[in-house]
């Protein structure tokens, strides 16, 4: 059974599809008056930040109070860390806390593996580095399964800041899992070899999202992450919103039924116009509440429904 989530390699197409149908059940429990489960009460999970984080943090803070449990939060600035306490010092006074489960958001890739070794509790990756978000791919399928049925079948373009970004690298494991078509589009110094085919086979890349708008289902804009780049990798923002940013004629190029994602914080004019932005096919604010659920499956299944 499955005690991490680290990456989107940990999850086979059964246990993705469980977590998939849990969020629905989960879903429901947003409707209601009062939104709260005692599925995890008694059951303690930390919220370990290194990085900034608005909407994931907050999104993982509310699943795990709606299954009741009790939630600490603790962000790298004003504490220990901020005095050089090592991850492992900090793992090790969590884990004399009792914590059951530690969500953890790092600028390190693979800060979450390293952590899974030293607690006993259950380690959920919220974000490493540029490696991995498995939770955001998760409530990206969850989204597409919603808003278009399934997800085997579906052509879905990955577009944009392909190299920084972990949300990327978790929904091409997870959407090969799940049987989708998933073509990575970039400038070429944005898209790195180690990406596509070679981490899931069947995955294609292309430099021209004009020529693949129009088959298809999908296009998940991502953020370009300017704060990663210590380099220039294309000309100017104007040079890269003309040839890689969604704006109006350019979504008209889809086909009727396809969907605009995209994981947030949008820079809006630059990998997305605000018209795409706050147009009905875009699920953006969608994925947000969808992350709710998912999540709350996530903790759910991992601290105790799986066993
Ligand atoms: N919020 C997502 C992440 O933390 C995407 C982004 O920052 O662009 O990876």
């Known amino acids: 059974m499955l005690k991490h989530l680290l990456s989107g390699a940990d999850l086979d197409a059964a246990t993705a599809t469980l977590i998939l149908d849990t969020a629905a059940e989960m879903a429901t429990v947003a409707g209601r008056e009062v939104k709260k489960l ?15 984080s608005t909407r994931t943090r907050i999104s993982f803070e509310a699943a795990a109070k709606r299954l009741s449990a009790d939630v600490i939060n603790f962000s790298a ?34 800060a979450p593996h390293r ?41 879905v373009a990955v577009v944009g800041d392909v190299l920084h970004s972990r949300v990327a690298r978790s929904n091409v494991l997870l ?26 086979p069947g995955t294609e890349v292309s430099y021209d999202l004009d020529a693949v708008l129009p088959t ?24 890269y919103a003309r040839r890689y940013g969604l704006d109006g004629p350019r979504m008209a190029r889809l086909p009727d039924h396809a969907i605009v994602m995209h994981p947030g914080p949008m820079n809006r004019g630059m ?28 903790l759910y299944l991992l601290l105790g429904g799986m066993h």
């Open 77 to 110: 600035k004003g504490s220990s860390v901020s005095k050089g306490e090592s991850l492992k010092d900090t793992a090790l006074t969590l884990q004399a806390m009792g914590a059951d489960a530690v969500v953890i958001r790092h600028p390190a890739s693979g």
């Open 115 to 155: 952590l899974a070794n030293w607690v006993e509790g259950s380690v959920l990756n919220a974000g490493d580095g540029t490696h991995e978000h498995p939770t955001q791919a998760l409530l990206d399928a969850y989204t597409m399964r919603a808003r278009l049925g399934r997800i085997a079948g579906l052509s």
């Open 175 to 200: 959407l090969a899992t799940l049987g989708a078509k998933v073509t990575l589009v970039g400038p070429p110094t944005l898209i790195p070899v180690d990406i596509g085919a070679a981490l899931a």
């Open 271 to 298: 990998e997305i116009a605000p018209e795409v932005a706050d147009s009905p096919r875009s699920t953006i604010v969608e994925q947000v509440a969808n992350g709710v659920s998912v999540r709350m499956a996530v």
């Open 38 to 52: 005692p599925a995890l009460r008694g059951r303690t999970v930390v919220n370990l930040f290194y990085e900034d």
């Open 216 to 239: 298809s289902d999908v296009v998940m804009m991502l953020r370009v992450q300017r704060e990663r780049m210590a380099d220039s990798y294309f000309p100017s923002a104007r040079e």
